[in-house]
């Protein structure tokens, strides 16, 4: 499709600008740039139809089934929108003084007030502006910890292969040396494995749960103990909230840190890069190392900032993406005490239904009830037809559904990964397998055909890599070409 530049015609205009009413101002030149800036010039209309034709490339929750495992693409109600679009909210200023922000900060205070409940936490800071964000963070009030106690010596964190792949990263970024602990036969912690990796040198756990095999580790109690008997600590990767909430807290397993990720469990929409949130909830012994400042509620009732007594200082500007967290808030409070574990329900449900219509078709990297999400292995359907995870994925386009996550986790071959989510009606779960039993039918019968899908998708298969290393993010009016 053409770019907004090729489209550009000198003259051409979307706006009527009335004549200049009041006498011009001249500015000295040493202010003025040089030359014109080459923006493109277009009419109204066709400006529309440029973003429209992007919008119809362009596959969201809005247009189909996104079952892309791992990262809860979720309906996110359309009310939430409207609070974060309200004026007090949206056109504040970070640099406002307190006493003219309060309902902004009486939205943080509740907003953590309730996320602490449906955690377990004492306390919870929101300036991480992501779910890796807050693994570092959270990784950050661990170290605080043991330095303030002159413990040097825990310098390593525990991270299982079933977890996400941030939280090794984070554990690195932190300044810490990550011990790898396998899983089980049944896709949880190698207890014994654990009990081997710990020691004086223990500084935590890093736990995904439910882990990336979409699994609730059984033995959660169990593994909180033998880490605080080790003298570690444990943190709780919370960013899939969306099978547990208001059924289980982190808090209650012997967590003693967590993160989520507003921009999944809590409804704010991502996909594209947008802003997103990754709360860290800590229990009291922790919450003076959170970072400054934090929102408190003053003897007169008004609301103010107070800094943390051992504060780790910032690791945002300001208070993190605070649009987010209205978003939150207004997802919290209309699903209410009832709705909220009736979502996680039907996360559960929705993720179970669709497992069952395709096992026995399918081979499930582990054969038994799922939490939010489920995985399955394509490995002996890649022996037999040639047809691999990837092949599917790409076939699934033609059917007007976003692939699951593919080749993850990374110890299930030829993974995929797929999380439907609560706001799917059975409709489309059943559409779904339909599409991806006619897939595996095909597999048998044609798999040239879907080693070349997708056959109907404004482009085929890129090369993904180059894709992702040079991408093309300029236009060159030199050679009138993008660079
Ligand atoms: C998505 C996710 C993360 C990372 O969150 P980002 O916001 O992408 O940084 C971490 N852990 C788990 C389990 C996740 O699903």
Redesign the pocket.
């Known amino acids: 499709m053409k770019l907004l530049f090729e489209r550009s015609r000198p003259g051409r205009q979307e706006c009527l600008i009335p004549a200049c009413d009041v006498p011009a101002a001249s500015f000295s030149p040493s202010v003025l740039r040089a030359s014109a800036p080459r923006l493109p010039e277009i009419s109204e209309i066709d400006l529309g139809r440029h973003y429209t034709e992007l919008a119809l490339q362009t596959h969201g929750v809005n247009k189909g089934f996104y079952p892309l495992g791992?990262?809860?693409m979720k309906y996110n109600p359309r009310i939430n929108e409207e609070m974060a679009a309200l004026p007090g909210f949206a056109d504040i200023h970070p640099l406002q003084p307190a006493e003219s922000a309060q309902g902004c900060l009486e939205v943080l205070f509740d907003a953590e007030r309730l996320l602490c409940e449906i955690t377990g936490m004492d306390g919870m800071t929101f300036q991480p502006a992501?779910?890796?964000?807050?693994?570092y963070t959270g990784l950050l009030l661990i170290r605080h910890y043991h330095q303030s106690r002159g413990d040097a010596a825990r310098t390593k964190i525990i991270v299982p292969d079933s977890?996400?792949g941030?939280?090794p990263a984070s554990a690195t970024m932190a300044g810490f040396t990550v011990v790898s602990v396998p899983s089980n036969e049944k896709g949880g912690v190698d207890l014994e494995a654990l009990r081997k990796a710990v020691g004086p040198d223990t500084a935590g756990l890093m736990l995904?749960n439910p882990n990336?095999l979409g699994l609730f580790d059984e033995n959660i109690l169990e593994i909180t103990r033998i880490i605080h008997e080790a003298g570690g600590l444990c943190y709780y990767?919370g960013?899939?909230l969306n099978a547990v909430m208001g059924h289980a807290r982190p808090g209650d397993m012997g967590f003693d840190c967590v993160h989520l990720?507003l921009?999944?469990t809590f409804s704010t929409p991502?996909g594209g890069g947008g802003p997103?949130s990754?709360p860290v909830g800590c229990k009291a012994f922790l919450e003076p190392f959170l970072p400054s400042p934090r929102v408190c509620r003053k003897e007169d009732g008004s609301f103010g900032f107070a800094t943390p007594e051992h504060t780790m200082g910032r690791v945002r500007s300001f208070y993190g993406n605070f649009l987010v967290v209205v978003r939150a808030l207004t997802y919290i409070l209309t699903l209410g005490r009832k709705g909220i574990p009736e979502a996680s329900a039907m996360a559960v449900l929705n993720a179970n239904y669709l497992m069952k219509k395709l096992s026995g078709h399918y081979d499930m990297a582990y054969d038994t009830l799922c939490m939010h999400e489920f995985v399955m292995t394509l490995e002996k359907l890649k022996n037999e037809t040639g047809v691999s995870a990837m092949d599917v994925a790409k076939s699934l386009l033609d059917y007007g559904i976003h692939p699951p996550t593919m080749y993850f986790p990374l110890i299930v071959h030829e993974a995929l990964m797929v999380e439907p989510t609560e706001t799917e009606s059975p409709e489309t779960l059943d559409n779904a397998a339909e599409a991806l039993l006619a897939i595996l039918d095909k597999a048998k019968t044609d798999p040239a055909y879907l080693h070349g899908a997708p056959h109907r998708c404004p482009i085929g298969r890129p090369d993904e890599v180059r894709a992702a290393r040079t991408p093309v993010l300029r236009y060159d009016f030199e050679t009138a070409k993008e660079e």
Not at 130 to 135: D, K, P, T
Request: hydrophobic share 15%; proline share 0%.
């Open positions: 791992s990262c809860t992501a779910g890796a964000h807050g693994e977890a996400h941030t939280n995904t990336t990767d960013a899939n990720n921009h999944k991502h997103g990754g």
